[in-house]
């Protein structure tokens, strides 16, 4: 396991000629895009004329097509919500991978978990292009700055193809092995912790509701202490907001807490490893989905231990 210095990222960055491919400028696409056009050549596609128009404007050539933009591509930044998605936009009806020159590499940037990387992995070296297992943490702000933190499984010369893209996106930059899959199985760790944590502060803070207690003060010495966390200190505002009438402001959705716990949970059977905590975890998140919180932001599983505040 190596990390890359931000040294090491300046210098991999500043001379690149190295043209890359996003596909979708959505709410993470965008901003990743154009902090890759600060040093590269940006390829961006999305079905939204609106999000295409705000990517030209920000010096990204756009294009018709998927398969168009990925043309001439060296690398393809991809992000997808699961591995039936990776499947189809590789190698769909309209599937890029084709379209890809042999020597290209593949930087996928979600949470897919392990089981759809071998396959994937497979199916593109036999087109001649390689596989970069890069799931990221952060969100659209930090993508934008370049202040992601990105863990990498991958041989080591598809990494060093995919290094001038990673490095400008990432603050923290981490090989973690040197196959792709080693960073899902990373992250899926990563995961299960995040979804722990957000799911005890929920239940922290419901409690200290419940007592009676002020809970911006209590989530104040809460943080400044032991029982600190970074989702306690991130999360826990969010869930102070999240009895407002219009909620907090969503910057992930509780839905993607219900995929990546079951990523979490389904790894630890695969190694007979028992996960209660993580699985009660999942649970909750299961819960806030069957209410109709799929759409609202993560902090909102407060409202599944306690659906309305006890104290005024």
């Given at each position: 396991?190596?990390?890359i210095s931000a040294a090491?990222?300046?210098?991999?960055?500043?001379?690149?000629?190295?043209?890359?491919?996003?596909?979708?400028?959505?709410?993470?696409?965008?901003?990743?895009?154009?902090?890759?056009?600060?040093?590269?050549?940006?390829?961006?596609?999305?079905?939204?004329?609106?999000?295409?128009?705000?990517?030209?404007?920000?010096?990204?050539?756009?294009?018709?097509?998927?398969?168009?933009?990925?043309?001439?591509?060296?690398?393809?930044?991809?992000?997808?919500?699961?591995?039936?998605?990776?499947?189809?936009?590789?190698?769909?009806?309209?599937?890029?991978?084709?379209?890809?020159?042999?020597?290209?590499?593949?930087?996928?940037?979600?949470?897919?978990?392990?089981?759809?990387?071998?396959?994937?992995?497979?199916?593109?070296?036999?087109?001649?292009?390689?596989?970069?297992?890069?799931?990221?943490?952060?969100?659209p702000v930090r993508a934008?700055?370049?202040?992601?933190?990105?863990?990498?499984?991958?041989?080591?010369?598809d990494f060093e193809k995919?290094?001038?893209?990673?490095?400008?996106?990432?603050?923290?930059?981490?090989?973690?092995?040197?196959?792709?899959?080693?960073?899902?199985?990373?992250?899926?760790?990563?995961?299960?912790?995040?979804?722990?944590?957000?799911?005890?502060?929920?239940?922290?803070?419901?409690?200290?509701?419940?007592?009676?207690?002020?809970?911006?003060?209590?989530?104040?010495?809460?943080?400044?202490?032991?029982?600190?966390?970074?989702?306690?200190?991130?999360?826990?505002?969010?869930?102070?907001?999240?009895?407002?009438?219009?909620?907090?402001?969503?910057?992930?959705?509780?839905?993607?807490?219900?995929?990546?716990?079951?990523?979490?949970?389904?790894?630890?059977?695969?190694?007979?490893?028992?996960?209660?905590?993580?699985?009660?975890?999942?649970?909750?998140?299961?819960?806030?989905?069957?209410?109709?919180?799929?759409?609202?932001?993560?902090?909102?599983?407060?409202?599944?231990?306690?659906?309305?505040?006890?104290?005024?």
């Amino acid at each position: 396991m190596s990390d890359i210095s931000a040294a090491a990222a300046s210098s991999a960055t500043a001379t690149s000629t190295q043209t890359v491919a996003v596909l979708g400028l959505g709410a993470m696409g965008l901003p990743m895009a154009t902090r890759l056009a600060t040093g590269l050549t940006v390829h961006g596609f999305d079905i939204a004329q609106a999000r295409l128009d705000l990517a030209a404007a920000a010096g990204i050539a756009t294009f018709a097509s998927a398969r168009e933009a990925v043309e001439g591509a060296d690398a393809l930044l991809l992000a997808v919500r699961n591995g039936e998605q990776l499947d189809e936009v590789l190698f769909g009806a309209n599937g890029v991978a084709s379209a890809l020159a042999p020597g290209a590499v593949v930087i996928l940037t979600s949470t897919v978990g392990t089981d759809a990387i071998p396959g994937t992995a497979a199916r593109l070296a036999e087109l001649g292009v390689g596989l970069v297992d890069a799931p990221l943490s952060g969100g659209p702000v930090r993508a934008g700055e370049g202040d992601l933190l990105i863990v990498v499984g991958a041989t080591p010369s598809d990494f060093e193809k995919a290094r001038p893209v990673l490095t400008l996106l990432a603050s923290t930059l981490t090989v973690v092995g040197d196959k792709p899959g080693d960073g899902q199985a990373l992250k899926t760790v990563n995961q299960l912790l995040c979804g722990v944590h957000i799911a005890a502060a929920a239940e922290a803070l419901a409690l200290a509701d419940a007592l009676g207690l002020d809970t911006a003060k209590t989530l104040e010495a809460l943080g400044a202490g032991a029982a600190g966390s970074f989702m306690l200190s991130n999360r826990g505002p969010r869930m102070l907001e999240a009895y407002s009438e219009d909620g907090a402001e969503v910057l992930s959705r509780l839905d993607i807490f219900v995929k990546d716990m079951g990523i979490v949970g389904k790894a630890a059977r695969s190694v007979g490893l028992a996960a209660p905590v993580a699985a009660a975890a999942e649970q909750l998140y299961l819960l806030g989905q069957a209410q109709g919180l799929a759409a609202a932001d993560d902090s909102a599983v407060i409202k599944v231990v306690a659906p309305a505040k006890r104290t005024a």
